[in-house]
């Protein structure tokens, strides 16, 4: 038995493709640290890990891989979250990035999925742009808790699967402009929310399990739109009526003329060293992760 | 440094299903690619955008090989490179095989035309990429006056997401 076996139903080529894959993690508190230990232990190889706070008192009460010791010693997110990696993956390519992610574009462009686990409105619209320009698959996931009087709360949450050309959290309304008005109002401070650890949980898993879905052969026909919703309550998550609605619809927020970056000239680009080749033939091998295909080699 | 070709799946299935349509003589279709690019630390990313399917009465008949596209094919190409400040990417299908490979003849005339993007075009890189049914392979010009380098991979962004290594 090797670690991956009890796993190996993901596919053959599941576990190289896996190790192979770079996933960017923006957001590493509740939802975050969830998200980051499980795709460690699924043995997901490349990391950007990306948050600008240290632990504090307040977060240790769902802050996975989060001890009393990181708050004595305001230990940084991005330093936890790559020890829980550490502790799981033998040589993890991982890039932390102890600050906005704004600063930190270059490594998440080297991303195959990024992951949103943000508070605010602004900055996830602004990640999924950053997504789309980069033909990146975006996952979304938040949780709020509603105060409904009388001392009765709800616990919600969505997780949502952008992909380029499809259905966009502008789409789907969950960022509009009188949302962003609100947070704009309150200065960009999405505020301090409500967080328990277990509705965190769920959310992170069920975007994980979209994660597995989109690189591994194990699910033939992934969806190429997701949205769910979770329902603290009732222990639910199913999926939002906008999931069937929109399932067909073309995204207009964010047009195909707008991927890339409109100011890149090549002629100033420099490259790190790689030798250009001339060839009179061209018979290169071709080391092949195509889903459902073991990998090949050029005939 | 690693270059990496990223296309929709929507998109790749489009520029298939107009490549596998039959010419009335020639063998085989070509078409282009526009693309965006972006760059850090450097590597580059070509990020497909849209699909210019060469015309039909822009074909040549010349047996000698599976399409020949004339001047007026090149020239709208160009055209479009111009006004739209785009990376060219030329772009045929070889159906079938499972692991497509630019062909001797391929790769004389890339040698040909790909440079001339860089005369109305110059900002961008340019260049020419293969089809199978199942894959896709590339060369790319990061300067007329410069060598080919292959692509490193070839990324089909879609559900599920598939990789073509080559580096």
Known sequence: MTRFDRQSFLGVDSESILTASTIGIVGLG??????????????????????????????????????????????????????QIRGLIESPRVFPVPDSWHLATGALKQCDILIGCLDS???????ERFARRHLTPYIDIGMDVHNLGAKQFLISG????????????????????????????????AGSRPQVVWPNGVLASTA??????????????????????????????????????FKKKTCNHHPPNEVGDPLFDVRKFKPTTKTAIKTEGDNRDGKIHDKGRAAQRNS | ????????????????EDLERRHPFAFERVGFITAGVSAA????????????PV?????????????????????????????????????????????????????????????????IAPQCPHGALVLSDTSAYGHIWLAGDKSLTVIDRCVEVGAPIKIWRYS
């Open chain 1, 30 to 83: 509740g939802g975050g640290s969830h998200v980051v230990q499980q795709l460690a232990h699924l043995g997901v190889g490349g990391f950007v890990l990306v948050d600008p706070d240290h632990i504090t008192d307040t977060n240790t009460n769902r802050l996975i891989g989060g001890t009393l010791a990181d708050v004595e010693t305001e230990t940084k997110k991005v330093v936890i979250a790559e020890r």
């Open chain 1, 121 to 127: 409105f602004v900055e996830r619209e602004q990640l």
């Open chain 1, 158 to 189: 969505q997780i949502i699967l952008s992909l380029p050309g499809k259905p966009c959290l502008r789409c789907v309304e969950l960022v509009t402009d009188d949302r962003l008005s609100e947070e704009a109002n309150r200065y960009g401070d």
């Open chain 1, 208 to 245: 994980v399990g979209l994660v597995v879905q989109l690189l591994t052969p194990w699910f033939e026909k992934p969806a190429e739109f997701v949205y769910l919703d979770y329902d603290g309550n009732r222990s639910t998550v199913t999926p939002n009526i906008r999931m069937e609605l």
């Open chain 2, 1 to 16: 440094m690693s270059i990496q070709f990223k296309i929709t799946y929507h998109l790749l299935k489009t520029i298939r």
């Open chain 2, 41 to 52: 630390d450097g590597n580059l990313w070509v990020l497909a955008r849209d699909y210019r």
């Open chain 2, 55 to 119: 015309n039909d009465g822009d074909y040549l008949r010349d047996k000698s090989v599976g399409a020949m596209i004339g001047p007026e094919a090149i020239r709208k190409a160009l055209q479009c490179a111009m006004s739209e400040r785009v990376s060219m990417f030329h772009v045929h299908s070889h159906g079938p095989c499972r692991t497509p490979r630019f062909s001797g003849i391929d790769l004389r005339e890339q040698a040909k035309f790909v440079p001339n993007f860089f005369q």
